[in-house]
T-cell receptor
């Protein structure tokens, strides 16, 4: 498929465990974003990658959250020592350039922390 | 601090009638606005956008209106169709293409046959 691919689609974990969420953006898209949607809430910005520039991490809620983007393509969002409040749908999006403002979202990874 | 607000969590409209979804923002630096549509278990998809230099943008059945003085925008869908039933998110940025789109909480639209 040509869309943004995220894995796993569902993840159930125990409090205190680490989780990794993966995102494969659309080929050729230079910008990659992570958002999350908690139950009943809007989409909350987490982090943004643009080419080789330093990522904008201003939305990460705590130092337990980190993300990397290898080779300008695949991105991994890591949550260490998960807490129940981390339960949410984590959405990845990519964009072909900085000038459109139109993001292409994946289907999301639903994280449930017990 | 909710910079983009969608005060109606849900809206129910008869098929064929007009659906009007509203969005308010507080940040006067926002100058580019977008609407996204989201079906269950899918990611949001872009629907329509408007720049602050315009007060209206139309695309088929969808029209977005922007009132800068009131910091308010609305999405009109006419005529509404059952396939329009989804959650609609309003989003804003300080400039087109800016990395951080700020989203509202969403409005669940249900079109009744």
């Amino acid at each position: 498929g040509a869309g943004v691919s995220q894995s796993p689609s569902n993840k159930v974990t125990e409090k205190g465990k680490d989780v990794e969420l993966r995102c494969d953006p659309i080929s050729g898209h230079t910008a990659l974003y992570w958002y999350r949607q908690s139950l009943g809430q809007g989409l909350e910005f987490l982090i943004y990658f643009q080419g080789n520039s330093a990522p904008d991490k201003s939305g990460l809620p705590s130092d337990r959250f980190s993300a990397e983007r290898t080779g300008g393509s695949v991105s991994t969002l890591t949550i260490q020592r998960t807490q129940q409040e981390d339960s949410a749908v984590y959405l990845c999006a990519s964009s072909p350039s900085r000038n459109t403002g139109e993001l292409f979202f994946g289907e999301g990874s639903r994280l449930t922390v017990l | 601090d909710q910079q983009v607000k969608q005060n109606s969590p849900s809206l129910s409209v008869q098929e064929g009638r007009i659906s009007i979804l509203n969005c308010d923002y507080t940040n006067s630096m926002f100058d580019y606005f977008l609407w996204y549509k989201k079906y269950p278990a899918e990611g949001p998809t872009f629907l329509i956008s408007i720049s602050s230099i315009k007060d209206k943008n139309e695309d088929g059945r969808f029209t977005v209106f922007l009132n800068k003085s009131a910091k308010h925008l609305s999405l009109h869908i006419v005529p509404s169709q059952p396939g329009d039933s989804a959650v609609y998110f309003c989003a804003a940025s300080a400039r087109r293409g800016a990395q951080k789109l700020v989203f509202g909480q969403g409005t669940r639209l249900t079109i009744n046959p």
